[in-house]
């Protein structure tokens, strides 16, 4: 093994007890993405040979949630032994025996660093040939993290806890980020002397850096010079803070490739959706997890899209949709509800009060006006009138309604599913279709309307209806 040869350890053991959540803390989620699976999809830029994950809180949840998005990474259980350098020890334990590399420690629960940042720690650890690096900040309000202590020439001397910290040192604002680069052969001399002799009873990772420093080794730091950067994430305040940094940084990423976002702060942009240039995201819109937008689409106001595909040019107001495809030059909204299934071919458009699911809509096909479309198959060149309902739950089984190509239907149709309409039919207002219809016929299933003349003069004497009826007979 080379001198060169990196491993990773990423901490996740902890309880995160002041998320008070029944969640682990390193699952809860900012940008569409848990805390660990952030820093974890960090650490998969840097070429490392080895990549564990140390659990031990409510471990098979954290598990679970990594095993299908990171199933190379290698899980490490920490006993009941608590503490940072304990994990640390476990972890180094379970690497390949002799490995003698360079070994880079993440904290699960630290998830905005950027891979520059983490590349830059590790080049300047081998630069200098230090025993360990550690990445610092100068924090306004450095409370809850441990202090960098340096001595009166400014070289690093130790770590000290918040809580094991006396005055002078609590008033330092240099602070430990949580993340560091050791030469595996030193961490592993000094993992062996940590005691949890301190404040929490507790084996500190930290405490390493004062032995190296006890035995004269080199320890060198870096200071980020983005400060938010380093935060870590121990309560909601922390994640929603954290949450609004990322949210930033993806929505300026964004805006640099050419998206117009109108009002940065209430648009919110998951790290997985992709923008293409000369898209509009207007006011209080919610891009989340995979959903793609295509050039010249405008999204929003007041939309939100899971895993969707919105086609080029494509127009998306007042909608929530999920998993849906809308295809180029379409349009959807006001007040429209996109469930799983839907696709909206091009130049289509669902309408206001439009819900729909499993619904394939053709091209330049219509549905306007508040309607249900659920398990439909819906040609090209179709108009659903106003409040036409696909009845496609009779109870026990879905069903599906197939309609052809150039299909009208009249207002508030109701097509009662399993059914079929030919390409060119249409129906009239108000019909239940429980039949299919041919192509080009016209279905009707209302009775024909007979009108009863003088009905109100008689039977409602004295209403203000009788007296219009009057009055307008009498103007005649
Ligand atoms: C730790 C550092 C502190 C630093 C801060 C930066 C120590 C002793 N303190 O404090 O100097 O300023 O991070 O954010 O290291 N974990 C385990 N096993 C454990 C305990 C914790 O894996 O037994 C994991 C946690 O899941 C978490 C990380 O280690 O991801 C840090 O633990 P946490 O308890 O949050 O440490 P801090 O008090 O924030
Ligand atoms: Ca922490």
Redesign the pocket.
Known sequence: MTQNSLAIIV??????TRMKSRRP??LHEIGGRSLVGHVLATAAHLGAEHVEV?V??ERDQVVDALSTQYPDVVIVD?DEI??????VQVALDALPEGFDGDVLVL????PLLEVETLRALVDGHRAAAASATLLSALLDDPT???RIIRNADGVVER?V?QKDADEAEAAVHE????IYVFRAASLRTQLGRITQDNAQG?L???DVIGLLRGDAETVAAELADDVAS?F?I?DRVQLAEAGRVLNQRIVRRWQREGVTVVDPLTTWIDDDAVLAPDVTILPNTHILRATTIAPGATVGPDTTLVDCEVGEDAVVKRTDATLAVIGAGATVGPFSFLRPGTVLGANGKIGAYVETKNAEIGEGSKVPHLSYVGDATIGRGVNLGASTITANYDDVDKHRTEIGDEVHTGSHTVLVAPVRLGAGAKTGAGAVVRKDVPAGALAMSVAPQRNVEGWVEKNRAGTGAADAAARSRTAE
């Open positions: 901490l996740a053991a902890g309880q995160g803390k390193v140390v031990r809180h920490q608590p503490g940072t350098g304990r994990a904290s699960g629960d630290v809850g993290y441990g770590i806890e602070i430990n980020a949580g507790e500190y990772i930290t380093t870590g121990n």
